[in-house]
């Protein structure tokens, strides 16, 4: 508990503990109504001196309807009806000032711990780097470092802006980013951000942003801005908060005159319909609405970003909550992204033969093929002997190795040497070979797919997504195949960027208008798509300024199981703010009836407004603990 919550605790404590010693003097000493208001006056300003304040404050700037005028004009006509009746009601304004103070020390309870995730983040940013120059290391602001330049990082120590590991290697905390508990570790080429904590090793970085261009510091951003985009039921209720509150003042004051009025003993009856009017103005107040409803989008984009998800606004919870189609990009999404050697089938050679021979001729080539191929054969550092590499650009690569012609290629460069070539009937690239004009086998190269991701696919499933569909580049034959082992619903094949908006804009012109279409992709090339739909949804998105930029949702790492659980936080914050709503405005409608009829006093009505308040509040920060 932060020290502004202790001071608004010890002034509820101290107001309460007062009015107690002030009810039990009133009741000993039988005082008179005029010092009975005197000695109420004490804990009454003591709980709500800022309730007052805030009220005459937005007056002076023209927001007259505010839930401080409602509370000040109920409890200080409380005060007035006192003298009016000769019946003290000093005592029921005092508590409802105090229970309405602990009904805003729940909220700013609630809020506190909402933005939790957030302040530390904001902690994560360090306040000096080490700066190297010429060998000799400065302590500077992280906001006076360059592009280009080196900085140290040493075990324990935060990670203030991008960079590349130049020197050293350890293991980072990325928890923050990611949301995932496991160090990660880093050596040499690895790309380092802003948010991991360096936990073993000295490292040094160069620095590849400045530090408001960095990840934590577009991530702060994204999470402190993402109240700008308001869902429904928040523009909803911002608007019925504007309407509501001038309505219910102008029907307390028709309660109060009009039937008094109508009576024809206006002096009379005047007292009796100022008490309804005036308990109808407590329980009209609309804190419980106004406060639980951001709240409960709060809490659930601080759980979601928790678990490495961020999301941009509370309208793109929404979404996610609504989502019933979710298209999604193979390549990267839904498979590895790198090319594995999946089968070898030769023909009179042993199998590790073939891969051993392939592997030296792709030796020099910067392939993502050649790369496949030499990280399936880890002998490659034998003392086999390569001479005359040459390559034939769309047709494969030859070399001598050991004295053998080495042929290396596709279909057309076997015609080309005259080798009978065989078929395969899996599915992939397949790269064959062939030992002096002869035949010897063929390797299957695929995109292998993720290993998580069938799982990943039924858990979005059972979070009530019906179709799955996977758009890709790649041919049909290949997005056949992955398509079949994952299940999907449907499948896109040989599409070019601009097609896949194509499909995108047939699913959304489908869709029923309450339900949303989705698309996860890698937010590069995908850019164009991921901002047509509905939501878009990044997948590794850290680090990457495109994913950020053009994507609603962000996943902080590749795991697609993370989608699923976006979802279920999304959809459990839209019911957990549909249950306030509900109760709220029920509660208040039927001790609205209640009071217009005189049988509801103010004790009933501090229950509605205070009291619903509290609960609708404890209510919406069960998002805070969504999983």
């Not at 189609?325 to 023909?347: C, I, Q």
């Not at 792709?362 to 093929?369: G, M, Q, T």
């Not at 035949?439 to 009530?464: F, M, N, P, W």
């Not at 914050?573 to 208040?588: D, H, L, M, V």
């Amino acid at each position: 508990m932060s020290d502004k919550h202790k001071k608004s605790l010890y002034r509820i404590l101290l107001a309460t503990l007062v009015f107690i010693v002030v009810f039990i003097i009133v009741k000993v000493s039988r005082a008179n109504l005029v010092l009975q208001a005197l000695l109420y006056a004490i804990p009454f300003l003591m709980a709500g001196y800022d309730v007052l304040k805030k009220a005459v404050l937005k007056i002076s700037q023209g927001k007259v309807f505010s839930e401080h005028f409602l509370m000040s004009l109920a409890t200080l006509g409380a005060f007035a009806l006192s003298f009016m009746t000769g019946e003290s009601e000093f005592a029921e304004a005092v508590f409802v000032m105090i229970f309405y103070q602990v009904g805003e020390f729940f909220e700013h309870i609630a809020e506190g711990s909402s933005e939790k995730s957030i302040s530390e983040l904001l902690n994560l940013r360090p306040d000096l780097v080490h700066l190297e120059v010429d060998g000799n290391i400065s302590d500077i602001e992280p906001k006076d470092v360059q592009e280009g330049q080196v900085i140290v990082i040493r075990p324990g120590e935060k990670v203030a802006i991008d960079g590349i590991l130049i020197s050293g290697e350890s293991s980072v905390d990325t928890a923050a980013l990611t949301g995932e508990s496991l160090p990660q570790s880093v050596q040499v080429g690895d790309q380092v951000l802003s948010g991991m904590i360096n936990m073993t090793g000295v490292i040094r970085v160069k620095v590849l942003h400045t530090v408001e261009n960095s990840t934590l510091s577009k991530i702060l951003d994204l999470l402190e801005n993402s109240s700008a985009n308001k869902s429904k039921s928040e523009r909803f209720m911002s608007k019925f908060a504007a309407i509501y509150t001038p309505t219910v003042v102008i029907a307390a004051l028709v309660l109060a005159f009009l039937p008094p009025l109508l009576s024809g003993n206006f002096l009379a009856n005047f007292p009796e319909w100022l008490s309804r009017a005036l308990t109808f103005l407590v329980i009209s107040c609309p804190c419980a609405l106004v406060i639980s409803i951001p709240l409960s989008f709060f809490g659930g984009l601080g759980a979601s970003s928790k678990a490495g998800v961020l999301i941009k606004g509370s309208n793109y919870l929404e979404s996610l909550a609504n989502l019933e189609t979710l298209l999604l990009d193979k390549t990267g999404t839904l498979t590895e992204g790198v090319f594995e050697v999946t089968a070898l089938h030769s023909n009179d050679i042993k199998k590790e033969h073939l891969l051993h021979l392939a592997s030296h001729v792709e030796r020099f080539s910067s392939h993502p093929i050649a790369q496949s191929l030499r990280e399936a054969y880890e002998k490659e550092a034998d003392d086999c002997s390569i001479t005359d590499v040459v390559e034939k650009s769309g047709y494969g690569i030859t070399a001598k190795v050991n004295g053998h012609d080495v042929a290396v290629g596709n279909t057309k460069f076997m015609d080309s040497l005259g080798a009978d070539w065989k078929t395969c009937h899996k599915v992939g690239t397949i790269v064959h070979v062939a030992i002096d004009g002869k035949y010897a086998g063929h390797i299957v190269i695929s995109d292998c797919i993720k290993t998580d991701t069938k799982e990943a696919l039924e858990q979005l499933r059972k979070a009530g997504v019906k179709n799955l569909v996977m758009l890709t580049g790649d041919r049909h034959e290949v997005a056949e195949k992955v398509a079949g082992e994952l299940s999907m619903t449907d499948y896109k094949a040989e599409l070019l960027p601009a097609d896949k908006v194509t499909e995108l804009e047939n699913y959304l012109a489908q869709k029923h208008s309450r339900s949303t279409v989705g698309f996860v992709g890698d937010g590069i090339n995908d850019a164009p798509v991921l901002a047509r739909a509905d939501v878009g949804i990044a997948m590794g998105g850290l680090g990457s300024d495109v994913a950020i930029e053009a994507a609603d949702v962000v996943v902080m790492n590749d795991r697609l199981s993370k989608i699923a659980q976006a979802i279920k936080i999304a959809r459990k914050t839209i019911t957990i703010a549909r249950e306030n709503i509900a109760f709220s405005i029920g509660i208040k409608v039927l001790v609205l009836i209640l009071a217009s009829l005189g049988l509801a006093n103010m004790w009933l009505a501090i229950f509605a407004d205070v009291g619903v308040t509290v609960i609708a509040t404890l209510n919406a920060m069960r998002t805070m603990k969504l999983t």
